[in-house]
């Protein structure tokens, strides 16, 4: 149908198909395939509130927001890594080297700029480094980022002195981890952590869907030798990826160090790499590549973020909780494919 | 899995006619969603017949199939054999029953050898290791009965073979048990001329054993040479049942596409003065030399064989694969290509022959893959501007009359001939200087072909260069100025005018296959014989 004729048709209809349209145009916006998991976080929310008053107070809900800042920005690089057909497993231990070298730079400068600055530019340095590893030498992105998740996380202990975590007393900086604006009397305020994850999600969800970067990133993911034929250029565009997942997860290491008030160079060995990957699969990426949105991605890291925080209100033993990350993983995947196979059933119709 | 004893499997025995066992299908109907695929199809095969199976894509012939093979069950209608009413529930339903359908990319496991891709799932074991020494047995006793041992070496990896030895392989599994009825979808669409002569052969072979036979083609003169009597279909709906001998390919498009193809070849065309490409002394891995030019407005053909070079020259250009020496000049510049991405900055297009594969990103859109090679010329400060976007790939997409409900569509959900205008308008975005196309119409319909024989057309009229490989003769003859021909990576003739004949093309490609012995061990095909293959183009004669 051309927009001609789709304009001159919506002018005819009647209010109540208006109405749909507008829905349908919501729906368009989100995204129908993250309707499940709106839904999803729907009914987490409904359980949880109705047997924790707390839950919807604005102090815990912000809450939930802070927790998610780590782990939503290892899954925000993440994402656009998986949807270029790849995966990143070092990115726990980049985020350990940032950790320790942003603790570095701050103690010894005193200006918390330069820890910011300091994390972000290790963490792309040694995400380049991955890049190089699969572009030039040719190995595998999976096996890569194994190889140099455990030496990355190596590195960061040699870079801390004596191997120990760096204590950071920077007050300016501490403020990056636990601070909040707008704070007053009745309102708890908004972590700084939060805004910091929100803007770097708008930010890749931007780059990924208005530019010519985020394009490239679809086109090889989907298909790298269609995408090679067309001109894009894709061992930079590999460089290009795994640099900025670093970076990212650069930034990553350099909010937990402020969150926590050390450099830990340990924090490659918290599994953290492992639960950004949870988040980018939960919001239905394709493990294959090119499918998936940072919005999506988003919404499984609330998800998931929401859950915990939920079953830490009500009391949940840990080991249940883990328990039933596995099980929200394998449900919405299976959903995933259920409804990818319908679709496929409806569409062989001709051929 | 329970089976029956393996010796008896590969032992069909030819001298006994199978007995009267008609295949029936008695009113299949399927729907989806709501398209009619297939309405109210009656048909019966009859055991040592060969049924061919003609439609446009869309037409329900993979649907019938798909019922055949047990993978759809029909809305309404019933299958008898024999008598019997078949009611399959599964694929494995339909092989217990003897019928088998050979679908046109079989499944093959890329680590195990021949043999085992043959008896996947019903290895002969003693115990719980398999018996390879009777597995190897049978399986060489097999290939013997067929003569295919030459052609399909038992030890071969199942990623080592070529589309002909995946079929094969996939009629042996067929083989091994008794098969009664056995459709073929589509058998010879990525096979040599040998290859196919040597399936006609077992195909005949099998229809003299008693087999009932059902040949999916788009190839109308194979389908002629080879078939008893042709169903067509069209839209759904069974059009007519023609012996084969009592009629001719004209009536079959006709019947096919419901109106007559003509002035498929209308070329009004003037090739220019200026040369677009100028290749001198290419080297690479394929090619020991090749010098040729193409002119603004020009359409080269390049014809060969398959494995004469003509895909790795047209990839060497592209840049896709390594060049060891020699000069390609644009418009009188020598140009350094070293990668794809400098061949379309230099205003080189390319639409692939494997499109699925190399061609489209299946599961991204109509548009995305329309605009992907022109992103940097849509972009400013890196950022697509997108209404300059849609409106560049509406004006393609309608000017290539690309039939997708949206440009939001995931192109792995058109048709093949949907597909591949997509791919064309990518590079008809770019406004190419050079446009190169590798078998364009492969595997599409005959109305989808007729539309992009008359885009070659126009596109040649608006000055840009055309390098043409094909393997479909006619449609060389028809669209080509100037035809060259390729052989183990030479050129070894041009042709053009009237002295372009199919028969001199083949000379040309041949001349040393006719003494030589090829690969697989066999001597060629004498020229007669080889060159059926040639002939089968959808459209008949070449002007």
Known sequence: MSEIEAGRIKEARPPRVQAADAIRRLVGFVGAENLSLLFALAIVVVLIAAQNSRFFLPANLLNIGGNVSVVGLLALGETVVILAGALDISVGSIAGIASVVGALAVTSSGAMQLGIVGGILAGLLFGVVNGLIITVLRVNAVIATLATLSAFQGVAFLIAPNGKPVGVLDRDFAWLGSGRILSSETFVGIPISLIILLVVAVAAHVLMRYTQFGRSVYAMGGNAAAARLAGINVNGMKIAIFGLSGAVAGLAGVISTARTTSGQPGLGSQGLELEAITAVFLGGAALTGGKGTIAATMLAVVLIGTLSNGMNLLGIQTFYQDVA??????????????????????????? | MAIAPPEERLDRDPG???????????????????????????????????????????????????????????????????????????PRDARRAGVRVIYQEPEIVPGVDVAENIYVGELPHRGPFVDRQQLDRLVADGLHRYGFERVLPAQLMGDELSPAQRQLVEIMRALKSDVRVLALDEPTSSLTDEEVERLFTLVRRLRSEGVAIIYVSHRIREILQLADRVAILRDGKLVA??????????????????????????RRRAVQERVVLAVEDLRSAWHPGVTFEIHAGEVVGFAGLVGAGRTELAKVLFGAYPKHGGRISIDGHEVSIRRPRDAVRTGIGFAPEDR????????????????????????????????????????????????????????????????????????????????????????????????IYALIDELANSGIAIMLISSELPEILGLADRILVMQNGRITGELSGPGATEEKVLELAMVDHLTAEVPGGETAQPAAEGLQPWLDGNQGEAP
């Open chain 1, 325 to 351: 990350k596995g099980l929200l993983l394998v449900v919405a995947v299976a959903i995933g494919q259920w409804r990818a196979a319908r679709a496929e059933r409806a569409r062989t119709r001709l051929a």
């Open chain 2, 16 to 90: 006994v006619p199978a007995p009267d066992e008609v295949l029936e299908l008695i009113g299949l109907s399927k729907a989806f969603a709501n398209v009619q695929a297939l309405q109210d199809v009656s048909l019966d095969v009859r055991p040592g017949e060969i049924l061919a199976l003609v439609g446009e894509n869309g037409a329900g012939k993979s649907t019938l199939l798909r019922i055949l093979s047990g993978d759809y069950r029909p809305d309404e209608g019933t299958m008898r054999l024999g008598g019997e009413t078949l009611s399959f529930t599964s």
């Open chain 2, 241 to 266: 049942v023609r012996p084969a001998g009592e009629t001719s390919d004209a009536e079959i498009v006709r019947l096919m596409v419901g109106r007559e193809l003509r002035d498929v070849f209308k």
């Open chain 2, 356 to 451: 699925k594969g190399e061609g489209l990103v299946l599961v991204r859109s109509v548009l995305e893959n329309a605009s992907m090679a022109i992103l940097a010329r849509l972009s400013r400060f890196g950022f697509v501007r997108r209404r300059l976007e849609r409106r560049v790939g509406r004006e393609y997409i309608d000017r290539l009359r690309v039939r997708t409900p949206s440009l939001e569509q995931e192109v792995g959900k058109l048709s093949g001939g949907n597909q591949q205008k997509v791919v064309l308008a990518r590079w008809l975005a770019s406004r190419p200087k050079l446009l190169i196309l590798d078998e364009p119409t492969r595997g599409i319909d005959v109305g989808a072909k007729a539309e």
